[in-house]
């Protein structure tokens, strides 16, 4: 049975439906990060899926092929080895250091990578946010929101989500990160962002990035729209699009859509969470584990009033 090296550091953000840990280990005068992936119990579920945006050995993949993600606008670290066994896949990637980049430069270099011509492997994401929300559906959707101040909402904006799953499907495809938070990137490399964090990588709707990232980015949604598209035309060029108006509110809409639903359903998992104790729901809003959350569907009412007056 695998063990960590006791030795090694454990470090926080092991959160992945795949990821048993991480740890910061010394190795030939080097500083590794090591993530553990485990298989899944299932082989024949989600997980074990190369299309789904859990799948257990996308990491793993992208650390064997790096050239796939390098470029332009995000860049991966440096992969060291990727150690495979009978219960799941060792990869180490070189520790990085230096200032996390400005959102507004993250903004760019998203729309750059997301223009950017590519191939897509057989084990990229294909449906990224529509699989997110099906594991919403599974847990029975968004009942704790029912018992908000947002229920109608929630209601209207949950029956409407497969037409919006359909719009987003009018932006052009491009290359996705998969999981734009700040702490995946770590610094600046020339005109690029070293990004880790590679589980969800994919294809889809560009715009889907930037929509996730103005959930935990300090700047507002429009903000880092606007630099996200100026890094997708300006600088990149979408193969099957151009630079029109059109384009750009497709591209639009695919990051409302993807802000509007992720920032929901990350409300409606805390919330049920903290349901779970003792006491009046709306007692715990205030709670450690609750409020960011609530706080973030704050920034994003312009987005849900835009979505819910169904333009």
Same mark, same amino acid.
């Given at each position: 049975?695998?063990e960590?090296?006791?030795?090694w550091?454990?470090?926080?953000?092991?959160?992945?439906p795949?990821?048993?840990?991480?740890?910061?280990?010394?190795?030939?005068?080097?500083?590794?990060?090591?993530?553990?992936?485990?298989?899944?119990e299932?082989?024949?579920?989600?997980?074990?899926d190369?299309?789904?945006?859990g799948?257990?050995?996308?990491?793993?993949?992208?650390?064997?092929?790096?050239?796939?993600?390098?470029?332009p606008?995000?860049?991966?670290?440096?992969?060291?080895?990727?150690?495979?066994?009978?219960g799941?896949?060792?990869?180490?990637?070189l520790?990085?250091?230096?200032?996390?980049p400005?959102?507004?430069?993250?903004?760019?270099a998203?729309?750059r990578?997301?223009?950017?011509?590519?191939? %897509?492997?057989?084990?990229?994401?294909?449906?990224?946010l529509?699989?997110?929300?099906?594991?919403?559906?599974a847990?029975?959707?968004?009942?704790?929101?029912?018992? %908000?101040?947002?229920?109608?909402?929630?209601?209207?904006?949950?029956?409407?989500r497969?037409h919006?799953?359909?719009?987003?499907l009018?932006?052009?495809?491009g290359?996705?990160?998969?999981?734009?938070?700040?702490?995946?990137?770590?610094t600046?490399?020339?005109?690029?962002?070293?990004?880790?964090?590679?589980?969800?990588?994919?294809?889809?709707p560009?715009?889907?990035?930037v929509?996730?990232y103005?959930?935990?980015?300090?700047?507002?949604?429009?903000?880092?729209?606007?630099?996200?598209?100026?890094?997708?035309f300006?600088?990149?060029?979408?193969?099957?699009a151009?630079?029109?108006?059109?384009?750009?509110?497709?591209?639009?809409?695919a990051?409302?859509?993807?802000?509007?639903?992720?920032?929901?359903?990350?409300?409606?998992?805390?919330?049920?969470?903290a349901a779970r104790?003792?006491?009046?729901l709306?007692?715990?809003?205030?709670?450690?584990?609750?409020?960011p959350?609530l706080?973030?569907v704050?920034?994003?009412?312009?987005?849900?009033?835009?979505l819910?007056?169904?333009?």
């Amino acid at each position: 049975m695998w063990e960590p090296d006791p030795s090694w550091r454990a470090l926080p953000g092991a959160g992945g439906p795949a990821t048993e840990g991480i740890w910061l280990a010394e190795a030939d005068g080097r500083r590794w990060v090591v993530k553990r992936l485990s298989a899944p119990e299932h082989p024949a579920g989600v997980l074990a899926d190369p299309a789904h945006a859990g799948y257990w050995r996308r990491e793993a993949e992208v650390a064997r092929d790096p050239a796939v993600v390098d470029g332009p606008g995000l860049v991966p670290p440096e992969f060291g080895p990727v150690e495979e066994d009978e219960g799941g896949i060792t990869v180490w990637s070189l520790e990085q250091e230096g200032e996390p980049p400005p959102g507004l430069f993250v903004a760019h270099a998203l729309g750059r990578f997301s223009a950017a011509a590519h191939a %897509t492997p057989s084990w990229a994401s294909r449906r990224l946010l529509a699989d997110r929300l099906a594991m919403a559906e599974a847990r029975g959707g968004w009942p704790t929101l029912a018992r %908000t101040t947002l229920a109608d909402v929630a209601d209207s904006l949950w029956r409407r989500r497969e037409h919006w799953l359909e719009r987003c499907l009018e932006a052009p495809e491009g290359r996705l990160h998969g999981d734009a938070v700040p702490a995946n990137f770590l610094t600046a490399r020339a005109d690029d962002v070293v990004a880790v964090d590679w589980q969800c990588f994919g294809t889809g709707p560009v715009g889907t990035d930037v929509g996730y990232y103005s959930l935990s980015s300090r700047e507002e949604f429009e903000v880092l729209v606007g630099a996200f598209l100026d890094g997708v035309f300006l600088d990149g060029g979408v193969p099957d699009a151009g630079n029109t108006d059109a384009d750009r509110e497709a591209i639009t809409l695919a990051a409302r859509v993807t802000a509007v639903y992720s920032v929901l359903t990350r409300a409606e998992w805390a919330l049920a969470q903290a349901a779970r104790g003792e006491g009046a729901l709306a007692g715990k809003f205030r709670h450690p584990a609750v409020a960011p959350h609530l706080r973030a569907v704050q920034r994003q009412f312009p987005q849900i009033e835009w979505l819910v007056r169904g333009r």
